[in-house]
């Protein structure tokens, strides 16, 4: 099994350009979530969603917009990109049950000049 | 807001030796999670303790859990040199799903 893909691996963008980072899990996970990961500040919660059709903010949300149409994706739309926003973003699913382990991808690299 | 706070921030030790990472959180929870980062890649679930228990063993690692000072202990024994990694915990958050992640623990092992 792949597990969780994220595409593009690296990512250049300019400042008030979109773009879309890509999340597929192949495990037939419910939920799914984005982190952003920063030097000293670890892993902060984007948004995260516990099923197709269902999303909701984390602790960072500002910037950043999801959509879950189906099970298996769940992109994660830059609308204006910032150079706050330079980051390494994961992506991971879980599986339905309560304690399920969290299951992520490598990431993606973004850098925003 | 980041629940879980990893003490030392780093760690240097040689091959063979005990590497033990702290975790303190603020609010109560139902379970805990640690997790691994090698350099570049992402997370990997190493062990979950829950509520009701105090210790759990997984190879090497050894979980310790005390809900009445909140906090976590992960032991590493006779470390390696591909133990390097970072470790981070986790507790649950949003009843139980996308957790919240403490700022890790940089483990490094010299042979």
């Known amino acids: 099994n792949a597990g969780v893909t994220q595409t593009p691996k690296f990512q250049v963008l300019k400042t008030g350009q979109s773009m879309t980072l890509q999340c597929a899990q192949d495990?037939?996970?419910?939920?799914m979530s984005w982190y952003r990961q920063d030097p000293g500040m670890g892993l902060r919660l984007i948004h995260y969603s516990v099923g197709a059709g269902i999303t909701d903010q984390g602790e960072v949300p500002n910037g950043y917009n999801v959509s879950r149409s189906t099970t298996e994706d769940f992109p994660l739309r830059l609308l204006s990109a910032a150079p706050s926003q330079t980051s390494v973003y994961f992506c991971a699913s879980q599986g339905a049950s309560y304690n399920s382990p969290l299951h992520f991808g490598n990431g993606t690299r973004l850098t925003v000049t | 807001s980041q629940q879980g706070e990893e003490d030392p921030q780093a760690l240097s030790i040689q091959e063979g030796e005990n590497a033990t990472m702290n975790c303190s959180y603020k609010t109560s929870i139902n379970n805990l999670q640690w997790y691994r980062q090698n350099s570049g890649r992402g997370l990997v679930h190493l062990i979950l303790?829950?509520?009701?228990?105090r210790e759990k063993h997984s190879g090497r690692l050894r979980v310790t859990l005390d809900t009445s000072k909140k906090s976590s202990s992960l032991l590493i024994t006779a470390s390696r040199a591909a133990d390097t990694a970072s470790y981070f915990c986790?507790?649950?958050?949003?009843?139980?799903?996308?957790?919240?992640f403490g700022k890790g623990t940089s483990l490094l092992v010299t042979p």
């Open positions: 495990m037939n996970h419910e939920y």
């Open positions: 986790a507790t649950d958050a949003n009843s139980g799903y996308a957790l919240n």
């Open positions: 303790i829950r509520s009701n228990e």
